[in-house]
């Protein structure tokens, strides 16, 4: 079965960290661009960032930019999300996918992974 699965998500104080982890399984994610994904309460699901399956290049929403880092273990199987200088508004539940398509074009979404900012 071919799968991501998301961890990582957790409480933390504004201004701190967290490392979200983008796991595939049943897969190599070599081939794949992985974007990252979130949806806050009462808003519509956006796309945070993705990474290249080629030369490792990299986009960020605007909100994020300077803030987030995207990168990806091939190695591991795993793509990561590192947040930094975490604002409340980050708060969300955070998905990744394979490929960096609009969000309404993707039919599944796994778990999540939730993160709260909050003092």
């Known amino acids: 079965q071919l799968q991501l699965v998301e961890s990582g998500g957790g409480l933390v104080q504004p201004g701190g960290s967290l490392r979200l982890s983008c796991a595939a399984s049943?897969?190599?994610?070599?081939?794949?661009?992985i974007g990252w994904f979130r949806q806050a309460p009462g808003k519509e699901r956006e796309g945070v960032s993705c990474i290249s399956s080629s030369d490792g290049s990299t986009y960020y929403a605007d909100s994020v930019k300077g803030r987030f880092t995207i990168s990806r273990d091939n190695a591991k199987n795993t793509v990561y999300l590192q947040m930094n200088s975490l604002k409340p508004e980050d708060t969300a539940v955070y998905y990744c996918a394979a490929d960096c398509r609009p969000v309404s074009t993707y039919d599944y979404w796994g778990q999540g992974t939730q993160v709260t900012v909050s003092s």
């Open positions: 049943g897969f190599t994610l070599d081939y794949y661009a």
